[in-house]
């Protein structure tokens, strides 16, 4: 049953109605009429104020309920739910990887900075480079975040010139530069606590495999486990990531690394675990749309695009046609449409998630 708060002039109503029939009859028990509704009264203006006054009351009351859920409390108060349950938020991590030197006889410091975009990072050990070659050095970054994280081939800049390179600059290597996460948010975090309440700890089972690699990796965006991944004990762990506009993208081998390393610490020691980076599948998508625009084609494009995004889209997950379909039918300026391509669900393999690949709009007939 639901609680309405009521508004003060509801309040002051139910108050001119207790003044009187409180004060219906006199000391010796005779009828007389109270006036506590007129403008004139000085029972209605009581009456005003309880309403002025208890409305706060109310509303600060409807507060302290919400409070005591962890799926309605303030961001304030999740930290104390959070501690009761043992649901610590998960903090940012540092993102390292290797870089590539290229010069001639010349020494490259433990300490040396590179920059690029504001982001900086420094190089953890001393490389000589002896003679024309070049040499390779691991590098972390300067804080946590994901915005630290590059791709292979990417330059960097240095921060101070060393003399003997051919060029002031670093190649990030093989691998990328990886593993960096922004601290978890509060949506996650509060997420996190009520899967934790809604999938208490089994002693390994598939919930628990999700909790622990985004304990190692908080910034993974999709996982599949899957059981007897090569035979009877095994777990086989499957996850991909997604960059900064939710777009799903392949694990770099350090990320794999970094939830191969945690899982091998938290499993239970029967398990042999395996954990895989996800395969991106691209699907192609064609559909003729009435009325046909520009505007209606780049609107289909979005909703497309915001499908590949949603919960729908799993690894090893089908990707349901009446669910595109129904997608496509929401874009701005669409009345009808024929989804040509896909015909029908699409399943993907177990190591494999769908993203979208060319999609084409066409006139509908």
Known sequence: MSWTIPKPAEIADQASTDFEEAFSTDADGNPRVVDARSNRSVLATFARVLGLGLYPVYLYLSWVTKQLFPDSCADVVLPWHARIWGVDRLPGAIATGNVVFTGADTTIPAGTVLTLSGATWSTASTVTIEGTGSATVAISASAVGARFNQAVDTKLSLQTAIAGLFTQTATVASGGIAGGSDQQSVADWRQALLDHIREPAH??????????VKEALPSVARIAVYDEW????????VFCMADDDGNFIAASPTEVETVQTHLDEVKPVTANVIVVAATLRLQNIAVAVSPYSAQVEAAVKTSVAAYFRTKDIQVGEPLRFSRLEERISRAAGEDWHHLTTPAADVLPTNVEILVPGTVTVTEAP
Request: hydrophobic share 30%.
């Open 230 to 237: 090569i035979g009877s004990g095994s777990v086989g762990v």
């Open 203 to 212: 002693g390994g089972s598939k919930a628990d495999y999700k909790t622990w």
